[in-house]
């Protein structure tokens, strides 16, 4: 399919639900200021569509997560298919009663028998002060509960495709939109193609150590690699594009092939989903390692306010370069916040 000239990641998801609407009168959309009435979304990722396919399937809805989930499972064992934004993600404490409890558990409950197809957009990010209850990346809850789904696209082409797939998935996907990423752009094809959930991209090949990340860290991951090629070091990048299920066989093929692995994410480095890969790692490549995983990752405290204090708390490239060159040997292993 032809490229056009190049669109951003607010561009593209709005592309795949309005191609997915455009294709299937069952798919909703709600959520707080989604109409256009209201501008079409806090960053203007629905913006156009309720002008274009009408307010009943297009519904702003009032301040109350916990509703704008029910409403979106109740139409979902109903025969339709929501796609329900939750403008924060720190947003969704106030409706993990309906996620954890209906959404995720109604297929296993009923014994397969009702499916919850819906989609949960919401943005997160630190960077933009938004202060501590409005910035966390929480994918490892998500990730944690069995019936759930979870993506973090990295670039506007990806966000398409897996927007696409996510809306027609009968399980429940969180889709986490980075909000310091929004405004990266490439070419996307007009007409998106699916991506499938739970395969991971390998966006450069290498030798010599695996670098893991998701979301708007893997653009650091890219900038490292960079870096560290000035030095002749050979880095296989990997973008997971899905936490949950993640592409064990992609990730293992590669850290068997290098022998090292450095995974990066924005999220609290305790208990994240460096964590989880970096112990498949260790159980299934045990002899094989050329040195111990590293985890990249936020320090355990709340994300700051304070501008001076923000960029302190995102895992940065330097920290990704110093992180590869010490499982080569090259540099000794550093002391900085949410390095392993």
Not at 109 to 137: L, Y
Not at 160 to 178: Q, T
């Amino acid at each position: 399919m032809a490229n056009r000239s190049k669109i951003t990641i607010i561009q593209a998801i709005n592309e795949a639900i309005a191609q997915a609407m455009a294709a299937d009168d069952k798919i909703l959309v709600l959520g707080e200021d989604v109409a256009d009435r209201e501008g079409g979304g806090v960053v203007g990722v629905t913006r156009g569509l309720s002008t274009r396919f009408g307010d009943d399937r297009v519904r702003s809805t009032p301040i109350a997560e916990q509703a704008i989930m029910g409403a979106a499972i109740g139409a979902a064992i109903n025969g339709y298919k929501p796609v329900a934004e939750i403008m924060l993600m720190n947003f969704t404490t106030v409706a993990m009663d309906m996620i954890v409890n209906h959404a995720a558990k109604l297929r296993y409950m009923s014994g397969g028998q009702t499916t919850v197809p819906i989609v949960i957009r919401m943005m997160t990010g630190a960077g933009i002060a938004s202060g501590g209850q409005h910035s966390d990346f929480l994918e490892a809850w998500f990730a944690h509960t069995a019936g759930i789904k979870v993506v973090a696209p990295t670039n506007a082409a990806d966000a398409k495709g897996l927007m696409l797939s996510a809306i027609a998935d009968p399980d429940p996907v969180m889709f986490i939109e980075c909000s310091r990423a929004y405004g990266n752009s490439c070419e996307v094809p007009e007409v998106g193609e699916p991506i499938p959930i739970g395969k991971a991209s390998v966006v450069q090949e290498g030798t010599d150590v695996t670098i893991v990340s998701y979301s708007e860290i893997f653009q650091r991951a890219i900038a490292a690699a960079k870096e560290l090629e000035k030095d002749g070091v050979s880095v296989e990048l990997i973008d997971l594009r899905t936490i949950a299920p993640w592409d064990r066989e992609t990730v293992i093929a590669s850290v068997r092939k290098t022998g090292r692995a450095v995974i990066a994410h924005e999220a609290v480095r305790q208990f994240g989903v460096g964590a989880e890969i970096a112990a498949t790692l260790q159980e299934d490549l045990w002899g094989e390692l050329k040195a111990p995983v590293k985890r990249l990752g936020a320090p355990y405290t709340s994300v700051p306010f304070s501008q001076g204090l923000e960029p302190l708390f995102i895992v940065s490239v330097q920290q990704i370069v110093e992180a590869a060159r010490a499982t080569i040997g090259t540099a000794a292993a550093p002391v900085a916040m949410g390095i392993n």
